[in-house]
């Protein structure tokens, strides 16, 4: 069942797009059963749910507290540790502000791994204007923290760590429970921005012990438009968005029912699928990468020698003239974050990594989704090595 | 089932799911990508942002999408907040504005701004005359909304943009109960900021914008939220493509409504209900009545009942109380109490928005309702007193 629909979902892209989709993790297609659940939600059952007195208000009522139970039992949480926001940048926007608002008197310290996304930076940055002490952690070749830093950096006070579970652009996971053991024996939080582990491999924010943590339905095919916080029960946060006294009061704003609701469902989908999946990813991963390096001379794939999602490869490939990623005919992919490409800078995860400046805008990453095929992945292949051919 | 509850939240018009249904399906790119599927998105913000901009009478640079009214009032206030302060630190609001109007703006107070809220008048409308009084040249912001969201009653927005201006004051107007409904422009209003929410006009849930006059390069404060730098930095975060897609779709088809405003069906509703209400329940009070009001929005008093009880004895009908926001919480209507309302009476208040596809079966059926309700609450009321 399961493989029909992706099959389905993958024919019906190739005869609308007729070019390759290489950029699951910037966002995803949203399920057709989800965008069905939305549309339902949007015509019919659209009470708003703060209208108790009505059934279209119970009923949307009922729809969110689904949805909260499934991301929660997705994500190994406790649905009320479960709070939705517009999605993961708001998340991690209301994570760090609510937290350093409360401890800037007694640890006005924060500190980011190096290769955060700018939705954890900028927030960061902003504490630090705000005077706090901000720090970078930095990160080995491989993109992996450098933990002896961030032993070295906790011991003045601090209020909060936070390290991203796995990168967007590389790939790259890190040692979670070393940080968390660190962070806590210290006596500081942990945030980890999550957003791009839902439905590729398992995990359970219970387990990992993490105080915050951030998740995005866009990018596990869901609906753009919502994401949540994992708020560990007990934990104090102030509120950013005040009003109405929506999400026990931490996030005013009328509910996005039907988002809130898709959400859930494919949070679910993504959880009781991952092992599947995750396969998977592993498979066509593995192909990609040794019909590339097979290829291509003097390819590198960033962060291969770390424990990596599946899914996501960074090529670089240095020495080329001009730009590698134009040469790429039929296939979207991107040469990093999405949200960074607009400024056209190289990528500071790569530069954090010791990569040179040449090299990382040389570099291209492609993410695999559910949608792809052993097929296409031949033919990204085919077509990065055409296009470093052309540039040598 | 009857839905009358059009200020809490209204359908997706058909047009307007159509409209998104494409971008949750294949045109799913990132408009934050530099690549094809990310530029088909990005075309798509535009083509909204102008679809907004018309029905407000703005410019698309001056509309930044955000996930909805609450939030472009907290954008708002968060960043006057975050903003060193100067000498002008007064911040004048009305008194029955929204929730997401008045928690942001008690932040405030607690960090040494002076609030003031201007009172209103028993029918609901904001007292210029207070309002000459407390906007002086140490005001930095004066926020009053378009109409109110229990009572319909509009606000002089215009006049008190013109006090705020002739202060030096920015004026912001918390236009989500309007746009879509009434003429709403900008030039006119003459406000710096206005708030907009897409539910409230047949759109989807999760979306709503921030018009700044000018744009973005505009912002006098600090921008609150960090991130990927998306709708000119002031807020980051993947736009939420569909809805703003959906947003754009909804602000299209309302311009049809709001030319043929004088043709309208619902005002013509809207004068039998209350012809038949007054008949069903002489007691009855309406204090607003004669007020300029959103077309449609009635509320309604009954001494001596609950309209609670009442609401629990009508299934089939889905009315308001008061603000949905503060439903949850059996608390007093912080508008009925400003415009003088006992507890009794308020907690006696319901509220009746009609919306586009109401019709003329709809009151009749309604009507009797409510009355066989009425009876079983009084009846439930003196069995209880026994």
């Known amino acids: ?392 | 089932m009857i839905y009358w509850d059009h200020n809490s939240t209204t359908p997706c018009a058909p047009e307007v799911i159509e409209a998104m249904k494409p971008y949750w399906d294949h045109e799913y790119g990132n408009p934050s990508s530099s690549h094809i599927m990310g530029r088909r998105a990005s075309t798509a913000i535009r083509k909204a942002r102008e679809q907004v901009a018309n029905l407000a009478n703005a410019l698309p640079s001056e509309i930044i999408f955000t996930s909805g009214a609450t939030e472009s009032n907290n954008l708002l206030f968060l960043g006057i907040l975050l903003t060193p302060k100067t000498d002008r630190n007064r911040i004048v609001v009305s008194s029955i504005e929204h929730k997401s109007i008045l928690e942001p703006v008690r932040l405030l107070a607690e960090h040494g701004f002076e609030v003031l809220k201007l009172p209103v008048s028993e029918c609901g409308v904001t007292d210029l005359n207070a309002a000459k009084e407390l906007i002086n040249g140490k005001t930095l912001l004066v926020s009053v909304q378009g109409a109110n969201n229990e009572l319909g009653t509009l606000q002089p927005v215009c006049q008190l943009a013109e006090i705020a201006h002739t202060n030096g004051a920015y004026f912001h107007t918390d236009a989500a109960q309007v746009l879509g409904k009434i003429s709403f422009n900008t030039e006119l209003f003459n406000c710096d900021f206005a708030s907009f929410s897409a539910h409230k006009m047949y759109g989807p849930k999760g979306i709503g914008a921030l018009f700044i006059r000018g744009g973005a390069k505009q912002w006098p404060w600090s921008r609150p939220f960090g991130g990927g730098g998306q709708e000119s930095g002031l807020r980051p975060g993947t736009q939420n493509v569909p809805g703003i897609v959906g947003f754009g779709m909804a602000c299209e088809i309302s311009q049809h409504y709001i030319t043929n405003q004088n043709n309208n069906p619902i005002h013509h509703l809207e004068k039998i209900l209350i012809q038949k209400l007054f008949e069903s329940f002489p007691t009855g009070h309406f204090v607003t009545r004669n007020t300029p009001r959103l077309p449609g929005v009635v509320a309604f008093s009954f001494p001596n009942i609950s309209a609670d009880l009442l609401m629990d004895n009508i299934k089939t009908l889905c009315i308001g109380k008061g603000s949905a926001c503060t439903n949850g919480a059996i608390s007093q209507s912080h508008v009925l109490n400003a415009i003088g309302y006992s507890h009794d009476f308020s907690r006696g208040t319901f509220r009746v928005s009609l919306g586009r596809e109401t019709d003329l079966n709809e009151i009749q059926e309604s009507i009797i309702l409510i009355q066989n309700a009425f009876h079983d609450v009084q009846r439930i009321s003196k069995q209880n007193e026994k």
């Open chain 1, 1 to 392: 069942m399961f493989g029909f629909v992706w099959l389905a979902k993958g024919l019906v892209f190739w005869f609308c797009a007729r070019m390759i989709y290489a950029d699951y993790n910037a966002t995803t297609p949203c399920l057709p059963e989800a965008a069905r659940l939305m549309t339902r939600m949007l015509c019919d059952d659209f009470g708003n749910p703060s209208n108790r007195a009505s059934l279209f208000g119970r009923t949307a009522r009922g729809a969110i507290d689904l949805g909260r139970e499934q991301v929660a039992r997705a994500v190994g949480a406790f649905a009320d540790e479960v709070i939705f926001t517009s999605g993961a940048t708001e998340a991690c926007n209301m994570a760090i502000f609510g937290v350093m608002e409360r401890l800037m008197r007694d640890r006005p310290r924060i500190l980011t791994s190096a290769i955060e996304h700018p939705a954890v930076c900028m927030p960061a940055e902003a504490c630090a204007s705000a005077g706090a002490e901000w720090i970078e952690i930095p990160v080995d070749g491989q993109g992996r923290l450098d933990l002896a830093a961030l032993s070295k950096e906790l011991e003045h006070p601090t209020a909060m760590v936070c390290v991203m579970a796995a990168n967007n652009e590389t790939g790259v996971m890190q040692d979670l429970p070393a940080v968390v053991k660190l962070a806590h024996d210290a006596g500081a939080l942990v945030f980890c921005d999550m957003t791009q582990l839902l439905g590729k491999v398992p995990f359970s924010v219970h387990t990992e012990q993490v105080d915050f943590a951030c998740f995005s339905a866009h990018k596990c095919y869901g609906p753009k438009g919502i994401g949540a916080l994992y708020k560990r029960r007990g934990l104090a946060l102030s509120p950013l968005l005040r009003g109405g006294g929506q999400e026990s009061g931490l996030r005013s704003g009328t509910e996005n029912v039907p988002a809130i609701a898709a959400f859930g469902l494919v949070a679910d989908l993504a959880a009781r699928e991952v092992n599947a999946r995750r396969a998977h990813l592993q498979k066509l991963t593995a192909q990609l990468e040794s019909e590339v390096c097979r290829q291509i001379p003097g390819v590198v794939v960033q962060s291969a020698k770390a424990e990596r999602i599946p899914g996501t490869s960074m090529f670089s490939c240095p020495g080329l003239r001009g730009k590698w990623l134009s040469q790429l005919s039929g296939i979207v992919a991107s040469s990093g974050s999405a949200c960074a490409s607009m400024q056209e800078k190289p990528s500071h995860v790569l530069q954090s990594m010791g990569v040179d400046d040449e090299t990382a805008a040389q570099s291209i990453r492609i993410s695999l989704g559910m949608p792809s095929t052993t097929g296409e992945v031949r033919q990204i292949s085919q077509a990065l090595a055409k296009g470093a051919e052309k540039l040598r």
